[in-house]
Protein backbone atom coordinates (compact mmCIF):
# COMPACT_ATOMS: atom_id res chain seq x y z
CA UNK A 1 0.00 0.00 0.00
CA UNK A 2 1.15 3.30 -1.14
CA UNK A 3 -0.05 6.42 0.92
CA UNK A 4 0.52 9.85 -0.23
CA UNK A 5 -0.70 12.98 2.51
CA UNK A 6 -1.97 16.37 1.01
CA UNK A 7 -3.75 19.55 1.77
CA UNK A 8 -1.44 21.29 4.55
CA UNK A 9 -0.74 24.90 4.13
CA UNK A 10 -0.38 27.31 6.45
CA UNK A 11 -3.53 28.88 7.86
CA UNK A 12 -4.40 31.33 10.89
CA UNK A 13 -5.25 30.56 14.21
CA UNK A 14 -8.60 29.69 14.29
CA UNK A 15 -9.08 28.43 10.83
CA UNK A 16 -9.45 24.75 9.48
CA UNK A 17 -7.76 22.21 7.09
CA UNK A 18 -8.93 19.29 5.69
CA UNK A 19 -6.10 16.44 5.28
CA UNK A 20 -6.10 13.48 2.72
CA UNK A 21 -4.63 10.50 3.01
CA UNK A 22 -4.83 8.54 -0.90
CA UNK A 23 -3.87 5.27 -1.06
CA UNK A 24 -3.31 2.80 -3.87
CA UNK A 25 -2.37 -1.04 -3.88
CA UNK A 26 -3.98 -3.62 -1.03
CA UNK A 27 -7.18 -3.69 -0.25
CA UNK A 28 -7.56 -0.09 1.62
CA UNK A 29 -11.24 -0.56 3.11
CA UNK A 30 -9.67 -3.33 5.62
CA UNK A 31 -6.99 -1.45 6.77
CA UNK A 32 -7.02 1.25 9.99
CA UNK A 33 -5.77 4.47 9.28
CA UNK A 34 -3.59 6.25 11.70
CA UNK A 35 -2.86 10.27 11.25
CA UNK A 36 0.87 11.27 13.42
CA UNK A 37 2.29 14.41 13.47
CA UNK A 38 5.31 15.90 14.58
CA UNK A 39 6.59 19.04 15.47
CA UNK A 40 10.00 20.66 14.86
CA UNK A 41 12.07 19.30 17.82
CA UNK A 42 9.79 17.08 18.99
CA UNK A 43 8.75 13.46 18.35
CA UNK A 44 6.14 11.79 16.48
CA UNK A 45 2.51 11.98 18.20
CA UNK A 46 -0.79 10.20 17.71
CA UNK A 47 -3.22 12.28 16.83
CA UNK A 48 -6.25 9.64 15.84
CA UNK A 49 -7.03 6.53 14.08
CA UNK A 50 -10.10 5.26 11.60
CA UNK A 51 -10.83 1.34 11.55
CA UNK A 52 -12.46 -0.44 9.19
CA UNK A 53 -15.60 -0.24 10.95
CA UNK A 54 -15.12 3.42 10.61
CA UNK A 55 -14.61 3.38 14.42
CA UNK A 56 -12.74 6.22 15.36
CA UNK A 57 -9.89 7.50 18.92
CA UNK A 58 -8.43 10.43 19.39
CA UNK A 59 -5.83 11.40 20.87
CA UNK A 60 -7.03 14.10 24.22
CA UNK A 61 -5.23 16.51 22.91
CA UNK A 62 -7.39 17.08 19.72
CA UNK A 63 -10.36 15.85 21.30
CA UNK A 64 -13.76 17.92 19.38
CA UNK A 65 -11.56 19.61 16.91
CA UNK A 66 -10.08 16.73 14.64
CA UNK A 67 -12.61 14.55 12.80
CA UNK A 68 -11.41 11.76 10.57
CA UNK A 69 -13.27 10.13 8.41
CA UNK A 70 -12.88 7.95 5.16
CA UNK A 71 -14.38 7.28 1.68
CA UNK A 72 -13.50 3.96 0.65
CA UNK A 73 -14.61 3.85 -3.08
CA UNK A 74 -11.99 7.10 -3.24
CA UNK A 75 -9.50 4.94 -1.46
CA UNK A 76 -9.09 7.75 0.98
CA UNK A 77 -8.86 9.27 4.35
CA UNK A 78 -9.63 12.94 5.52
CA UNK A 79 -8.03 14.35 8.67
CA UNK A 80 -10.85 17.97 9.33
CA UNK A 81 -9.14 20.51 11.94
CA UNK A 82 -10.84 22.89 13.13
CA UNK A 83 -10.43 25.69 15.42
CA UNK A 84 -6.93 25.75 14.19
CA UNK A 85 -4.04 26.37 16.91
CA UNK A 86 -0.41 27.73 16.78
CA UNK A 87 0.45 24.35 18.90
CA UNK A 88 -1.07 22.25 16.05
CA UNK A 89 1.94 23.18 13.53
CA UNK A 90 3.34 20.37 12.24
CA UNK A 91 4.25 17.73 9.49
CA UNK A 92 1.23 15.58 9.28
CA UNK A 93 1.55 11.73 8.74
CA UNK A 94 -0.94 9.08 7.37
CA UNK A 95 -0.08 5.23 8.00
CA UNK A 96 -2.32 2.29 7.44
CA UNK A 97 -1.82 -1.31 9.51
CA UNK A 98 -4.44 -3.96 10.24
CA UNK A 99 -8.00 -3.23 11.85
CA UNK A 100 -7.75 -5.50 14.60
CA UNK A 101 -6.42 -5.32 18.49
CA UNK A 102 -4.98 -2.11 20.21
CA UNK A 103 -2.22 0.11 20.31
CA UNK A 104 -3.04 2.21 17.95
CA UNK A 105 -1.39 5.51 19.20
CA UNK A 106 1.93 3.24 18.66
CA UNK A 107 3.93 3.99 15.51
CA UNK A 108 4.57 -0.41 15.23
CA UNK A 109 0.96 -0.50 14.79
CA UNK A 110 1.27 0.37 11.35
CA UNK A 111 2.84 -0.85 8.49
CA UNK A 112 2.71 1.67 6.01
CA UNK A 113 2.91 5.49 5.74
CA UNK A 114 2.68 8.76 3.71
CA UNK A 115 5.38 11.19 3.35
CA UNK A 116 3.93 13.71 5.24
CA UNK A 117 2.33 17.21 4.49
CA UNK A 118 3.06 20.71 6.31
CA UNK A 119 0.99 22.38 8.34
CA UNK A 120 1.97 25.92 9.70
CA UNK A 121 -0.52 28.01 11.60
CA UNK A 122 0.11 31.51 12.19
CA UNK A 123 -1.14 33.60 15.55
Known amino acids: VQLQASGGGTVQAGGSLRLSCAAS????????VGWFRQAPGNGREFVGVILNDLTTYYADSVKGRFTISRHNAKNTVYLQIDSLKPGDTAVYYC??????????????????WGQGTQVTVSS
Open 25 to 32: GGTFSSYA
Open 95 to 112: AAGPSYGSGWSSESKYNY
